[in-house]
């Protein structure tokens, strides 16, 4: 692939303002939330966003998982390489989230709602963890509409890489099924993240359709066991996946596991890949025996800001990686080095000035 084609990664999920607050138990408590989540805001969750704006000294920051992959993927490629599509409202947060991408030189095409308000993400940061709950608001209004406008479906034929965020099986899968069929149509690379394990759980007839699409599948510890779990090959206590006493061999069947299920586009091995935290990161390529493992780039803990964002990144070194026609081995690594820079900054943001890898 040519890294100097103009944007030839195409990303598409929910765009997203985060809102950011340090917790503890009584914050966890008070909305009844787990430690290390991702979920959608029930009604008995939507004063969460006013009490961390007026309460908690809540940080403002770009998200959405995959406009944070798409801004990472950025970081990496030639200016104008990467392009990203969700929904925002006509508001103050879409407006931030537009700034941002451009100073980050990415192309973002919105669809923008004129009823519905920009997603947020209240983001509550413990050590070592984040707890996301999210209200989607015009996010959740994506369609296929605007995916296959003209403009836009010129700019999905031009690409040679579709990123699909997981989240984004609660909003549009018809418009996710579009690009996996034209990305199997026309040997493209289709990529999608698990994202969080409420999506194996609630939505598995959708990402289960995406299956045969997948040339490359991504998810962390938790989002691999959801799927383990769901699909019957496990039986991992996921409020504990790190106290099942042989996590590593589990976590390796599941990956071996979505490496080998049924692909439409065979002329490409599907390479399924679990991020564990700081342990190695496992990957299982479609007809081989053996799951290899790669360890992450360690940072000391006092470097550590916020976990967040921490996947997207990896996922951004990857696909970048992939872009540039390096080998599966660099491009991961290229995963773990951004992931470990995320890992130093406030949200899921990039170090500026920029580093190279
Ligand atoms: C549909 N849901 C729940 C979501 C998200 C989400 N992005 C899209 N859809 N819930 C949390 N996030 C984002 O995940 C990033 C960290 O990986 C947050 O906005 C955060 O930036």
């Known amino acids: 692939m040519a890294a100097t084609k103009k944007y030839s990664l195409l990303c598409l999920e929910n765009p997203l303002l985060d ?4 917790g503890d138990e009584a914050v966890l408590d008070t909305y009844k939330i787990k430690a290390n989540d991702a979920i959608l805001a029930e009604p008995q969750h939507l004063g969460i966003y006013d ?16 406009q944070n992959t798409a801004r990472g993927a950025q970081y990496i490629l030639p200016a104008d390489s990467v392009v990203y599509l969700g929904g925002i409202g006509k508001d103050k947060y879409g407006e931030i989230l537009s700034e941002t991408a451009s100073k980050a030189g990415l192309r973002v095409e919105y669809r923008i709602d004129a009823k519905e308000p920009t997603g947020r993400c209240a983001v509550v ?26 403009a836009i ?15 984004h099986l609660t909003v549009c899968p018809p418009a996710i099924m579009a690009l996996a069929k034209e990305a199997a149509a026309q040997d493209k690379t289709f990529v999608l993240s698990i994202s969080a394990p409420f999506i194996p759980l609630a939505f598995k007839d959708a990402l289960d359709a995406t299956l045969p699409y997948l040339d490359y599948v991504v998810g962390n510890e938790g989002e691999a066991a959801a799927f383990g779990n769901v699909h019957g090959i496990s ?10 006493p042989d996590i590593k061999a589990e976590l390796k069947k599941i990956a071996q596991y979505m490496a080998d299920l049924p692909k439409e586009n ?14 190695p990161t496992l990957v299982a390529i479609q007809g081989e025996a053996e799951v290899r493992e790669y360890p992450v780039r360690a940072i000391a803990k006092e470097s550590i800001v916020d976990t967040l964002g921490a996947g997207d990144a990896f996922a951004a070194g990857l696909v970048a990686g992939i872009i540039e026609g390096k080998p599966l081995d660099g491009s991961i690594d290229q995963g773990q080095w951004l992931a470990s820079l995320s890992l130093t900054q406030l949200g899921a943001s990039y170090p500026f000035p ?4």
């Open 19 to 22: 809102i950011i607050a340090d």
């Open 51 to 66: 009490d961390f704006l007026n309460n908690r000294n809540a940080v403002l920051s770009a998200g959405g998982a995959a």
């Open 125 to 150: 940061v413990t050590p070592g963890n984040r707890s996301m709950v999210t209200d989607l608001g015009a996010a959740n209004h994506y369609d296929l509409e605007h995916l296959q406008s003209p």
């Open 153 to 167: 479906w010129s700019l999905v034929q031009g690409a040679d890489l579709y990123y699909i965020g997981g989240y």
């Open 235 to 244: 039986n991992i206590d996921l409020a504990n996946v790190d106290g099942h």
């Open 266 to 279: 065979t002329k490409r091995k599907r390479v399924a890949i679990v991020t564990h935290g700081s342990e």
């Open 354 to 357: 920029k580093q190279t890898f």
